[in-house]
Nanobody
C-alpha cells in the first residue's frame, strides 16, 4: 500500500521559513517523480513543485519560484520542501504526491502551514 505522510508544518510569521518532509513507503520511491501540492481555504488544490526521480530536475509554480526548494533523499525515501520568505498567501494544507504519467497520484495526509503575524 502506497503511503505518503507529510510533516513539518506549523505557524510562522511572514518572512519566516519552514521545511516540510514527506515519508514515503509502499512503492519504489527512487523510481518515481514526486510533487508537492497545496490547498488553501476555499480554493482548489494546486501543484507547487515537481522533482524528477533522481533529484536533478525541478519545476516550480511561478509564485513560489526563488523562495521554495524541493529536494529528495532516495536513500531515506523522503521528499522535502524548504520554504523561505513565507507569505500569508502560502497558508494552506500541503501534500506530497507521486507524479506519474503527468498525474499527481496517491496524495497522502497533509500538513498545515499557516503564515500569520
Amino acid at each position: 500500500e502506497v503511503q505518503l505522510q507529510a510533516s513539518g508544518g506549523g505557524l510562522v510569521q511572514p518572512g519566516g521559513s519552514l521545511k516540510l518532509s514527506c515519508a514515503a513507503s509502499g512503492f519504489t520511491f527512487s523510481n518515481d517523480n514526486m510533487s508537492w501540492l497545496r490547498q488553501a481555504p476555499g480554493k482548489r488544490l494546486e501543484w507547487v513543485s515537481i522533482i524528477d526521480s533522481t533529484g536533478t530536475s525541478t519545476t516550480y509554480k511561478d509564485s513560489v519560484k526563488d523562495r521554495f526548494t524541493i529536494s529528495r533523499d532516495n536513500a531515506k525515501n523522503t521528499l522535502y520542501l524548504q520554504m523561505n520568505s513565507l507569505e500569508p498567501e502560502d497558508t494552506a494544507v500541503y501534500y506530497c504526491a507521486r507524479f506519474v504519467a503527468r498525474v499527481h497520484t496517491n496524495r497522502g495526509q497533509g500538513t498545515q502551514v499557516t503564515v500569520s503575524s
